[in-house]
T-cell receptor, first 108, second 118 residues
Framework: AQKITQTQPGMFVQEKEAVTLDCTYD???????LFWYKQPSSGEMIFLIY??????QNATEGRYSLNFQKARKSANLVISASQLGDSAMYFC?????FGSGTKLNVKP | GAVVSQHPSWVICKSGTSVKIECRSL??????MFWYRQFPKQSLMLMAT?????????EQGVEKDKFLINHASLTLSTLTVTSAHPEDSSFYIC??????????????FGEGSRLTVL
């Protein structure tokens, strides 16, 4: 199985501030995709952002951006202007394998 | 985006009974679907890969006879928890890719099914 490492079990951020969630891959694939998902307490999985490993520019989707450093095999998620509704679990799977995730709590 | 529907959302059953969970791709054909199990406050653990027209591929440590998976058509995969026991209580969630999974294809998830075995 491909290994995914999310080193932050839990994170706190003040509302309206930016936060970075870490993710590193251990893969030998030459071409791969980087994905981030959000899982609120309701349990649904919500797709946030995608970037291909050969994409030259980091992906951005609204308040979400992906900071991809290929040599380090890291694909960190940056959430700008945090909102209370951002409180959730966040996952960066490698293909269909999920790491431990990061629990983000946004404080008012 | 593509839609995956999972049913039932909640199910409570008695110990020893079997429970079937359905996962349907509503607007695309899914030759592959993935079944996950998630314990409270933990990550998604891949149980098996469901393949249309062939046997499912189970992850190591997952009991094939306990968790029966059938991919009957290009839009339907089912997970049957046989002879359920309280330790099988969990959140089960399915997903399907529309493209090359992990390369260009994001995963579309069902709503999940919360199983409680009494």
């Amino acid at each position: 199985a491909q290994k995914i490492t999310q080193t932050q079990p839990g994170m706190f951020v003040q509302e309206k501030e930016a936060v970075t969630l870490d993710c590193t891959y251990d893969t030998s694939d030459q071409s791969y995709g980087l994905f981030w998902y959000k899982q609120p307490s309701s349990g649904e999985m919500i797709f946030l952002i995608y970037q291909g490993s050969y994409d030259e520019q980091n992906a951005t989707e609204g308040r979400y951006s992906l900071n991809f450093q290929k040599a380090r095999k890291s694909a960190n998620l940056v959430i700008s202007a945090s909102q209370l509704g951002d409180s959730a679990m966040y996952f960066c799977p490698n293909k269909f394998y999920f790491g431990s995730g990061t629990k983000l709590n946004v404080k008012p | 985006g593509a839609v995956v529907s999972q049913h039932p959302s909640w199910v409570i059953c008695k110990s020893g009974t079997s429970v079937k969970i359905e996962c349907r791709s509503l607007d695309f054909q899914a030759t592959t679907m993935f079944w996950y199990r998630q314990f409270p406050k933990q990550s998604l653990m891949l149980m098996a890969t469901s393949n249309e027209g062939s046997k499912a591929t189970y992850e190591q440590g997952v009991e094939k006879d306990k968790f029966l998976i059938n991919h009957a058509s290009l839009t339907l995969s089912t997970l049957t928890v046989t002879s359920a026991h309280p330790e099988d209580s969990s959140f089960y969630i399915c997903s399907a890719p529309t493209d090359r999974v992990g390369v260009t294809g994001e995963l579309f998830f069902g709503e999940g099914s919360r199983l409680t075995v009494l």
